[in-house]
């Protein structure tokens, strides 16, 4: 992508008005614009990011079975009537009347609809066990929004549910989601540890938190150091490895990590103290097992193998999409600006030309980016004529992986600049050996 | 996919509270279910057709040149009363108070959000021109919905924008958008005829809807056979083209088409009698150039090259991306269920085990499967223990462009059989043979 044919408004100022680093550098890097009180228009580069982030999501929930589809923003009221919801949730839900006066409301999540269309077209035991997600936009009327896109009140959600036949069956589809989390953070380049957690008015006696760690996170945590060495993305585990799962659940279940709320004094007694962490973090995943609350109260039964009515078993699985662009620029920048682990970078390079108004600069870096986009690596190229300098403070805000500069300078000996963006480790070498670096 | 673990909920009658041929069948392939009036959740079968539409939408508006960003569902009613639609909106607009008791509604379209992002953050000629888009959800509280998703309430839109610094540039971005959409439909396997509009409520004075043909369409059509001779993916048309562009417009501006609002008796006199096409046609797609109405009502300004301040012309383009799962259906279907055009197919082959109880059926299937996926090719195993008739007529419904059916007898022989869906040509060859010619 030209940054002259982008739409990338770069603040030259830290705006004031936001709280937390996350917020100030989405809006100055121009990753998102409020557009009313905690509701936000997603820019070109914030847009990539979040894109990049749900495809990780999308690739490690089919990975571990589960089959996408979409259900709509808008729900009925009725729905929520039939499982005792609609009285029962507060003022964050926001409600609406269509119309006819009908009640509807913005979904912020679908234990009920999907449990109503499983109601209406799965009669069979054979058609179980089934998980099945989805990837969007939620609404939760938030009192005082706040942190930006952390605590908006327009939120891009991943949400799953599973239907099993018994507990033994929704214990697995808990497990499977578990292990597919801990691989979805991992590959973006963040760490989240898994905490035991108040399953709150979803319901249900099993929950997890997934919490990824920041000085500037929420709320105080507590974990044992083996959850900064674990490998989640070890190739032994298959998820037609039952024992396998079970016994990753039962390590995550027996090494100690809580947050505030739900810290043990005394089993956090018993950790070492060289292996103790405590710190701040952001929760960006909760994962729900709570049985039949919802089947039985609507009214979801298959029948059996042995031809008796089922009542299915069933857990739910979130993970804050949009979210996680916030936790993440907290987990990972400088004071230079965003550093985007490469996994969820807008793009791999940032292409610069020191002097826009150079004819030997630009050929070489349009030479450059056409062999660098022909290769299938993504590059912002800086274009414009604008003073280097500008340029190079936009790309440390800006945190793509890499930088690639040139100069008139350094064209002379026939070289370029390579910046590591996280190290900040720069290296001169021939055109030829930083294109060969970057599509290694 | 195999089958056994998707959620596929094919219905064995027609349903018969659908009043036309698409949303019968999407409703009995199981695409969507409806969750309230007008709204639809999409399963995995049509939220993969709806994915493929989208992804053809967005490559080539990429193409084009348009930048895609993401907008919020939920609007503040401020910005539609600055522009003055908030009264001028009919009840179609979905409105709703949030918890402070503050006007809001659900965007039908998204002019005044963009002209304001603009008027915030683009201050120089040099920032322009520009056209940005998204593909997001749209609501549009119809007073009585019907026809499934093809007159829903709840649709998803690919919106662009464009700003330009005069008439001149704005008529080329236009002109680009009217390309790329030819170019668009061309790709889906449809044929949208362009014609011109009047712009209703959303202003300006030059305006083209784009029509495809269907016998069950909403409106009669009248056009010159000319349209159904155009290739719009002709190579030599670049974007950078002025004058081809313009070329273009002229020519489809010079060949006559109508719908019955805009028809015109006297020059459709003049079309040769061997040329007049008249049938009936659904819209896909809508574009606008409406020059100042936005940027000037909401206070969008820019510095002139010359330093004066200019006032930037617009233009808005519609696809409704929703809507043509269903007019694709409505275009392409027989009397015994849908026919996907290849590029919209959510997956190109239905495998099918004519005995799901045959040992060395299943072998010869999961074989095949394993390298057919391996290859690239998007295949559906039914692979349930099911009567072979039963699962070739769900395939037939369904309408995967390639069938291929592992049967005993066939096995015996060293035979499968391939099947076209929309021809119904089939043919004998060996598995080395089919899996040669599917991944071709």
Partial sequence: MRLSR????????????????????????????????????????????????????????????????????????????????????????????????????????????????????????????????????????????????????????????????DEAGARLSYYTQLLAYLRTFQRMGIRAVPMKAASGPIGGDLSHEFIVLAPTGESEVFYDAAFEEFDWAQAELRYDDANGLKALFDKVSSTYSATDETHDQSRWAEVPADRKRQGRGIEVGHIFYFGTKYSASMGLKV???????????????????????????????????????????????????????????????????????????????????????????????????WQLIVGPRGLANGVVELKNRRTGERSELSIDSAIGRLTA
């Fill in 6 to 165: 982008c739409f990338l408004p770069v603040l030259k100022e830290s705006p004031s008005d936001a709280q937390i680093v996350s917020h100030k550098l989405m809006l100055q890097a121009g990753l998102v614009r409020q557009t009313a009180a905690g509701i936000y228009a997603w820019l070109p580069i914030g847009w990539r990011v979040l894109q990049k982030i749900a495809q990780i999501v999308r690739e490690e929930q089919d990975r571990a079975g589960a089959v996408e589809m979409l259900m709509p923003t808008i729900q009925s009221a009725d729905l929520w009537r039939q499982s005792g919801r609609y009285d029962a949730y507060g003022p964050e839900m926001l409600r609406i009347k269509d119309r006819h006066d009908r009640d509807m409301l913005y979904g912020p999540t679908n234990e009920e609809m999907l449990t109503a269309i499983f109601r209406d077209d799965v009669k069979s035991y054979r058609d179980l066990p089934r998980t099945l997600y989805h990837i969007q936009w939620k609404f939760r009327d938030e009192v005082r929004p706040r942190f930006g896109v952390m605590r908006g009140r327009e939120f891009l959600m991943k949400d799953a549910y599973s239907f099993d036949l």
């Fill in 303 to 401: 029948s059996g193998q042995d031809g008796a009515m089922v009542t299915p078993e069933m857990g739910s699985y979130g993970i804050g999409v949009s979210r996680l662009v916030g936790a993440i620029i907290e987990a990972s920048h400088d004071d230079k600006g965003i550093v985007w682990p490469k996994a969820v970078a807008p793009w791999q390079v940032g292409l610069v030309t020191m002097r826009g108004d150079d004819p030997a600069s630009i050929a070489a870096a349009d030479d450059i980016y056409t062999k660098l986009t022909a290769a299938g690596v993504e590059v912002l190229y800086d274009d414009r004529d604008e003073r280097g300098g500008v340029k190079l403070g936009s790309m440390d805000l800006i945190g793509l992986p």
